[in-house]
């Protein structure tokens, strides 16, 4: 059985469209030949999905790195090049997405299903029959296809679960939580039993719901403690948090004092999902009820005393539990799954003064350069026209080159030749 995984750091470069290709169709009445040459086919894409029978991200500690396909280049006689496969990447159902260059956020897929292009195929360079034009009507050269995308992301896993045990150490959750559910959580009698969090479908009649058994809470969890951070994060995406306390144990109210200071302290409107207490252990002669009840009834909460050693009043403890979870998500609605549509702005031409030197950034210039065949003389003849009309050559003299200066644009360098220093 693979260890449970809930942060994986992975590299995806998408595949690079393939080339175009250059063709003529020959004839008596026509010399020179009609252009016919295929367009290159676009590279495959990098795809994570939302799965439900994936319950980790362990695969991802064995392997880091994932490539799509190239796309496939073109032909003569207009033959297109073949789409590169895609890699679809199966992850859990509420892993988040993040950039980890800049730690933002790109998707949340909270939802079965949900998808998220992670890196893009390049498109790939049209054929000279799609280049023809009135100022280039057999054009002897063709495009090359555009990279892929190349990212470096990090997968968080947030569980998604209609119910949260909380609870410190050995107050046994994962107990309750194999009485009440299918779950087969490992029971040990010492703390920190449960150092992953473990999920278990609770069925009732015609309704079922997951309760998920979560790291024991410690003080300090909200500032990273022990399991801290890692547990708290899970319990975002409960719709009903339920507070467990031993209670044998002449401290069993401050173990839920202290469980809710965590989880407000971690975030407040969380705090407002203890809808909850569970007062565990009936069994035992030393166990007191009154105390916790009393708390219970202060903070809004449902309290249900049980024995999830003996089963106890557990079918009194599901049905509350069910509908508390019908209750929240009446208020909550369901998680909802986005991803980041970054705006489409104008794409400027900007040029900056670079050693000794001049670079121009444009998404559409770096593009146009790199899809160009630059042995072509015919094919630099055309990247020339299209600059001169896309404005590089004057924002290039309006910062202070002159003829022979050196410019970058991507990895190419040029010597800049103006068609007019006056422009």
């Known amino acids: 059985m693979s260890a449970f995984v809930d942060e994986v750091t992975i590299s995806v ?7 175009g290709t250059v063709g003529f169709q020959r004839s008596k009445d026509m010399p020179r030949g009609r252009p016919n040459g295929g367009d290159g086919g676009d590279g495959g894409s990098v795809v994570l999905v939302a799965e439900t029978s994936v319950a980790s991200l362990s695969s991802y ?8 396909d190239a796309g496939g280049n073109g032909g003569p006689n207009n033959m297109h090049g073949a789409e590169g496969a895609d890699v ?11 950039d980890r260059a800049g730690s933002e956020v790109l998707a949340d897929l909270a939802r079965p299903e949900a998808s998220f292009v992670l890196a893009r195929g390049g498109r790939g360079g049209r054929g000279n029959a799609a280049l023809k034009s009135r100022v280039d009507r057999v054009p002897n050269y063709r495009e090359q296809g555009e990279p892929g995308e190349e990212i470096e992301v990090v997968l968080e896993l947030h569980l998604v679960a209609d119910v949260g045990l909380l609870g410190p150490p050995n107050v046994g959750k994962s107990t309750l939580l194999g009485a ?6 490992k029971i040990g009698d010492y703390p920190f039993t449960t150092l992953d969090p473990n999920l278990g479908v609770v069925d009732r009649r015609d309704d ?3 309760v998920a058994d979560l790291p024991g809470l410690i003080e300090g969890a909200s500032e990273g403690k022990g399991l801290g951070l890692r547990f708290l994060r899970h319990a975002e995406r409960c719709a009903v948090l339920a507070l467990m306390t031993d209670l044998s144990d002449v401290d069993a109210v401050a173990q839920l004092e202290g469980v809710l200071n965590e989880v407000v302290t971690y975030d407040a409107d969380l705090g407002r ?25 202060e903070h809004g909460a449902r309290f249900i005393a049980i024995s999830a050693e003996d089963g ?4 009194e403890l599901r049905e509350a539990l069910a509908e508390e979870v019908a209750r929240s998500k009446a208020e909550l609605g369901e998680p909802q799954t986005f991803a980041v549509f970054r705006p489409v702005v104008e794409d400027r031409v900007l040029v900056s003064r670079e050693d000794a030197g001049f670079r121009v950034r444009s998404e559409r210039v770096e593009r146009l350069v790199t899809q160009t065949p630059l042995t072509n003389p015919q094919a630099v003849r055309r990247l020339q026209r299209r600059l001169r009309a896309m ?3 004057k924002a290039l003299v309006r910062e202070g080159a002159t003829e022979g200066d050196e410019v970058r644009i991507g990895e190419v360098a040029f010597e800049f030749i103006p068609e007019r220093l006056d422009a």
């Open 208 to 210: 079922r719901y997951v």
């Open 180 to 185: 009440i559910s299918r779950a087969q959580p």
């Open 391 to 393: 404005g590089v050559e």
């Open 273 to 297: 999902r203890a809808r909850v207490v569970i007062g565990n252990k009936i069994d035992l002669p030393s166990a007191k009820i009154d105390a916790a009840a009393t708390w219970a009834d």
């Open 88 to 98: 679809t990447l199966p992850v859990p159902v509420g892993t988040i997405v993040r």
């Open 61 to 68: 500690l064995r392997r880091r790195d994932y490539r799509a």
């Open 13 to 19: 470069r998408a595949g690079t469209g393939g080339d």
């Open 312 to 315: 106890s009043n557990l079918d």
